[in-house]
């Protein structure tokens, strides 16, 4: 059974750069039917989508995002990152990495159907 | 992007009571090209992630009770729960996947009357 599992720093002081690991086990991240997301939720708020990535390294990112932020893929690990660069206190939130369903043949990325417990990361001074 | 907005932001229900919980696309999400909607609804609990309950704006995800049904088309849709029970209590999204950045409603916090 695919599970995906957060991993990274807590706290981060403002202006530093937010680095998260997705470590996807119980399947390989190589599928081709897949891509692997990231999705934030600031306590308390909605959910936002950030990025994701194809394990062949295509990418899709949040415009509102896109200056800040890199997603990228380790197959060989069998795992996929997030950085996010100069934060502040708005990127507090809870973080969640997920798997997406990719139908191959229309091009097209659905829904998320696997995700990650999620980990809260707090900007703070 | 396609603003997606839910109502009512909360709800309560007594149990064995129908539920409904509608969303709004600010555009249509409906691809003419497959007649399909690209609308899916997410359950949320305290504490844990998103649980996919519903996609193409209708078809249930595997596991999920037939208490709860989708429907709708082009930019309105419901989420409907025919019979509360006590674990359906939770906050509950819907997200279009028409075009990116995908992009979720706000939440409905639904609640036990």
């Known amino acids: 059974q695919l599970q995906l599992q957060e991993s990274g720093p807590g706290l981060l002081k403002p202006s530093e750069t937010l680095s998260l690991t997705c470590t996807v086990s119980?399947?390989?991240?190589?599928?081709?039917?897949?891509?692997w997301g990231w999705t934030r939720q600031p306590p308390g708020k909605g959910l936002e989508w950030i990025a994701s990535?194809?394990?062949?390294?295509?990418?899709y990112y949040n415009p509102s995002l896109r200056s800040r932020v890199t997603i990228s893929v380790d197959t060989s690990r069998n795992q996929f990152s997030l950085r996010l660069s100069s934060v502040t206190a708005a990127d507090t939130a809870i973080y969640y990495c997920?798997?997406?369903?990719?139908?191959?043949?229309?091009?097209?990325?659905?829904?998320?159907?696997?995700w990650g417990q999620g980990t809260l990361v707090t900007v703070s001074s | 992007d396609i603003v997606m907005t839910q109502s009512p932001d909360s709800l309560a229900v007594s149990l064995g009571e129908r539920a409904t919980i509608n969303c709004k696309s600010g555009?249509?999400?409906?691809?003419?090209?497959?007649?399909?909607?690209?609308l899916a609804w997410y359950q949320q609990k305290p504490g844990q992630p998103p649980k996919l309950l519903i996609y193409?704006?209708?078809t249930r995800e595997s596991g999920v009770p037939d208490r709860f049904s989708g429907s709708g088309s082009g930019t309105d849709f419901t989420l409907t729960i025919s019979s509360l029970q006590a674990e359906d209590v939770a906050i509950y999204y819907c997200?279009?996947?028409?075009?990116?950045?995908?992009?979720f409603g706000q939440g409905t916090k639904l609640e036990i009357k």
């Open positions: 555009q249509s999400v409906l691809y003419t090209s497959n007649n399909k909607n690209y």
């Open positions: 119980g399947g390989s991240i190589s599928g081709r039917s897949y891509y």
């Open positions: 997920a798997k997406e369903h990719y139908d191959i043949l229309t091009g097209q990325r659905t829904t998320s159907d696997i």
């Open positions: 997200q279009q996947y028409y075009s990116t950045p995908y992009t």
């Open positions: 193409w704006a209708s």
């Open positions: 990535i194809y394990y062949a390294g295509n990418t």
